[in-house]
């Protein structure tokens, strides 16, 4: 691995770096916020402030309008957004449709992508990925699949309930996996308008971080016709692979600018506040942590550089993947809570940003994959390699 940024890409570094100072950051207050996420008015905004900055959806293709990232280029830029919670969203790079957009580009058809990719990298469009159920269907374990679809003429007909969809409330479209009658799984693409689809309700959640909350979906004889397979038929589980490990990625990418953001915050107020006859940060307690806190930033930002270079080199990375998205969700908890800790009374208020990513910070333990889970996996993996 070559640790040196080319030229090109520090520029791009740094021109996201002053977009969010700029144009992001003092949007933070606005009222346009709920508890399940940034009205659909904000995020225009946000987008329109980054397609002027030319900083649109950088991840997609050129051939679609984005500027190409490579995995290495992403871990840069995206967490340079992450320095916001709006950042995700004005440059249009928020789960789920950054992993969404990811998917598409390799598996979507022609017809497809100009149908609901090309709206979705620019911005005008919003979806939503329809995978996680309610016991006893499908979790942390997409074995448990229960959401059926069935073949019907030329059509298939989708029936079942998914929870803690992100992005429900206002998506165009939704991709769902559902399970054949062979037992296999299959990715399908509906307007999330049609008859057959109902938004039940918003879950109330820790994080209000994302566009649209967390939603219930009901299916009920949803009629999908075959055209719009997204696809292979029973491939279902082996795309999940291909959108799953980079996005668990760029997850670890956005949240490690979140705790950057609170680390600073901590920093600066260690500086400045006197007790007891000298400075926080010349306090050993205090100092020690702020040290942990560079110390872990380090590393994950090590981690995830590794593993977009893994991915990079045409590797699926899925060993990884699950690594990094264990060592960095525990780190960056790690650092947002020293932060809270440093900050005290005002850790635990709304007089600086870090409550809000302590509160928005804690799901990310659990998010594509607890590390329960990835742990599991990546026993498996050892135990059955061969040396």
Request: with cysteine; glycine share 10%.
């Amino acid at each position: 691995m070559d640790f040196s940024l080319s030229p090109r890409l520090l520029d791009l570094q740094q021109r996201t770096r002053r977009f969010i100072l700029d144009d992001v950051i003092p949007l933070e207050g606005d009222a346009r916020q709920t508890s399940h996420g940034i009205t659909e008015s904000l995020r225009e905004e946000l987008v329109s402030r980054a397609r002027a900055a030319g900083l649109l959806t950088p991840h997609a293709s050129t051939e679609l309008g984005g500027l190409g990232l490579t995995h290495i280029e992403k871990a840069i830029v995206f967490e340079e957004a992450g320095y916001s919670h709006l950042g995700p969203a004005a440059l249009n790079i928020h789960a789920p449709d950054e992993g969404n957009i990811h998917l598409m580009e390799v598996v979507a058809t022609h017809a497809q992508k100009e149908r609901w990719l090309k709206p979705l990298v620019e911005g005008r469009a919003r979806s939503c990925f329809a995978m996680t159920e309610p016991a006893p269907g499908a979790g942390a374990d997409p074995s448990m699949l229960k959401t059926t679809a069935v073949r019907d003429g030329d059509d298939y007909l989708i029936n079942g309930t998914k929870w803690f969809i992100t992005g429900a409330e206002g998506a165009s479209f939704a991709i769902i996996m559902a399970k054949m009658e062979d037992g296999s799984a299959t990715m399908f693409l509906s307007d999330m308008d049609k008859p057959g689809i109902r938004l039940e309700r918003l879950m109330d959640s820790l994080d209000t971080a994302f566009a649209g909350g967390h939603g219930v979906l009901h299916f009920e004889n949803l009629r999908v016709p075959a055209s719009d397979v997204l696809g292979e038929i029973g491939k279902g589980f082996r795309y999940a692979q291909v959108r799953l490990a980079p996005a668990r990625l760029t997850h670890c990418m956005r949240w490690l600018g979140q705790a950057r953001r609170a680390h600073d915050t901590a920093l600066a107020y260690a500086r400045e506040r006197e007790a007891f006859g000298k400075t926080l940060g010349e306090h050993q307690g205090v100092g020690f942590q702020l040290a942990d806190n560079e110390l872990d930033i380090q590393s994950s930002r090590l981690s995830i550089w590794h593993t977009a270079w893994v991915l990079d080199q045409g590797h699926k990375g899925n060993l990884e993947s699950s690594m990094s998205k264990v060592a960095v969700s525990e780190a960056v908890w790690r650092i947002v809570d020293r932060s809270v800790q440093i900050l005290g009374g005002r850790g635990v208020t709304s007089e600086t940003v870090v409550m809000r990513i302590f509160r928005d910070i804690r799901s990310f333990r659990i998010y594509d994959g607890p590390s329960e889970v990835h742990r599991h996996s990546i026993a498996r993996k050892l135990l059955a390699a061969q040396h």
